[in-house]
């Protein structure tokens, strides 16, 4: 499908090589199996987490220990490029990456640090990010989960949920409660009193892993810590990074939902004609392409921010807001054009509109971003 508005044009030559080879990998590895998956929720990342690092896409915007350092915007196009396949290839890697990595590289120890990053930017380690519970997830401030000291050592008790790649991970980066305020812990997979138990019966982001985490008198060492970071600034800067690749990712989920109709109304007959010739169709193809355009506009100027150290978080809650909602739009539009094709696994667009449904939820709700946006308009919080 054609580049109407020519957005690519503005990216350079790394880039476009970057958004060509995840491409290709995301045709040849993914879009072949992805319905298998999601019917069988399941999601081969054991097998996929070494051809993801060697491609350099695990912590792809961190500096050093085997990571590549590349910019916002390269980073913003491999996200996008991976959620055309499915947003849950781009979950596992925005966890792995900006979720689990990040703040091991940005609050960790050294020794933290080369115990964890190299690895897990080859996809030999897989990370989890523990800060949703049960009982809070938009108020992450009264969390539940508690480390009290015991010596030098910690112990860790309580639960967290919602928790993509909980139950494979071989690291989880956890949030709790302290006497000194929240803090964050590495804390290996296989100590004991950790379990992660799977959550199944989803209905979206099937091909994805998704747990409950759980503490029971885990006893941490004091080197567990994070020792650079106390307070939600922690998570939340996390979730800045992970919700920047959402911005990016979802226009490649909308994309995909908008080829698949352009594609199936120039083919699908009826009244002797393609349904594309009709009118009506052409004004839900029109709108589509222009909320898909508009949500890549959105993403390129954010990761322009981004990249000259100038983006802030209401900015971020901007572009989650529109492009999350826009790609949603875009995908129920695209499933009234597919008929009852669209909801068939034979076509992608069921399976990125239930998706959706989650990334509208997940890493902020769109009720808090729409809130975080009216207290930057009028300067008044309407969280309590």
Not at 153 to 163: E, F, P, Q, R, V
Not at 164 to 183: F, H, P, Y
Not at 233 to 259: D, H, M
Request: proline share 4%; with cysteine; glycine share 10%.
């Amino acid at each position: 499908m054609d580049d109407l508005l020519r957005l690519d044009d503005r990216l350079n030559g790394e880039q476009r090589l970057i958004r060509d080879t995840v491409r290709s990998f995301v045709d040849d590895r993914v879009l072949p199996y992805v319905g298998d998956w999601f019917e069988q929720g399941t999601f081969p990342a054991r097998e996929l987490a070494p051809a993801l690092g060697s491609l350099g896409l695990l912590g792809m915007h961190l500096e050093g220990y085997g990571c590549a350092g590349t910019d916002a915007i390269s980073y913003g196009v491999a996200c996008r490029e991976l959620e055309a396949g499915d947003s849950g290839l781009r979950s596992f890697v925005s966890v792995q990456g900006s979720l689990a990595m990040f703040p091991i590289w940005r609050y960790g120890s050294a020794e933290q640090k080369e115990q964890w990053l190299p690895r897990m930017a080859a996809g030999e380690a897989i990370g989890c990010f523990g800060l949703t519970e049960p009982d809070h997830g938009s108020d992450p401030a009264n969390m539940r989960t508690y480390a009290k000291r015991d010596g030098s050592d910690w112990i860790l008790n309580g639960s967290k949920m919602w928790i993509t790649n909980g139950s494979i991970a071989d690291v989880a980066v956890v949030w709790a409660q302290t006497d000194d305020g929240i803090r964050g812990f590495v804390v290996p997979t296989d100590t004991p009193g950790f379990s992660a138990p799977e959550i199944h019966k989803k209905l979206s982001l099937r091909a994805s892993i998704t747990s409950s985490l759980y503490f029971d008198d885990v006893r941490l060492p004091a080197s567990a810590v994070l020792p650079e970071v106390s307070g939600l600034k922690g998570p939340l800067s996390c979730l800045s990074e992970a919700r920047f690749g959402i911005i990016w990712g979802v226009v490649g989920a909308a994309r995909a939902c908008l080829e698949a109709a352009v594609s199936y109304a120039k083919t699908r007959v009826q009244f002797d004609k393609p349904i594309g010739a009709f009118q009506l169709t052409q004004e839900k193809l029109a709108w589509m392409y222009v909320g898909t355009a508009q949500a890549g506009l959105t993403a390129l100027h954010l990761g322009e921010l981004k990249d000259s150290g100038k983006l802030e978080p209401r900015q971020i809650s901007f572009g989650k807001l529109a492009n999350v909602r826009a790609a949603l739009d875009i995908a129920r539009q695209a499933r009234t054009i597919l008929g009852g094709n669209g909801i068939t696994l034979e076509y992608p667009v069921i399976r990125h509109m239930n998706n959706l449904e989650s990334v509208l939820t997940y890493e902020g709700t769109q009720e808090i971003h729409t809130l975080v946006l009216g207290e930057a308009l009028t300067g008044l919080p309407a969280y309590r």
